[in-house]
């Protein structure tokens, strides 16, 4: 099996995404609220898969697209072949992290993503004290933000204690490798 068939059938079996029935139309781009920021517009990325090159897989890898993407679905709601770009970019994140190849502009989202899995995980749902001191221990942006900490605090938007749910050892399973 060549190299393009497997980067195809790699990405098919692991999100059930055909990238060959995209046409390039654009609608997807069109659509999305970040596309101005990305490096690679979604259509772009759906074209890059399409190639089926190692080199372009890797771009893909290294973008700031796939941090950056909001999983809004407005791309998959436009799209004339209901493809499933938010999927895949949930599919290009979890390669990236896994080939150390994360965006150094989008170090900051996967500090994010981090604190708000590692409070999913311990308390079953967020835990908004949780997230902030993981989302500073990360980043050392430690002073960020900090003045509008007493009034969340007041207003109770910061729970100092957290909340623990229900079937926590359920959700716990989801992140089981
Ligand atoms: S809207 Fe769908 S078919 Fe059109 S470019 Fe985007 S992914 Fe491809
Ligand atoms: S899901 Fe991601 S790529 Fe699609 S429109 Fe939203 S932000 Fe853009």
Redesign the pocket.
Known sequence: MSEKKELTSEIRAATGVNVNRCYQCGK?SA?????ESMDYP?SVVMRMLQTNSAESFDKTLRSQSIW?????????ARCPMQID??RL?DYLRARALEKKTVNRNSKKIVAFHRAFLDSVKYTGRLYEVGLVVGYKARTLSLLQDLSVAPRMLMKGKLPLIPERVKGRKLVKKFFQP
Do not use: E, F, H, K
């Open positions: 997807c659509g999305c609220a970040l596309n979604p950056l993407c909001a999983s809004c679905q407005c791309c998959i770009i938010p970019m």
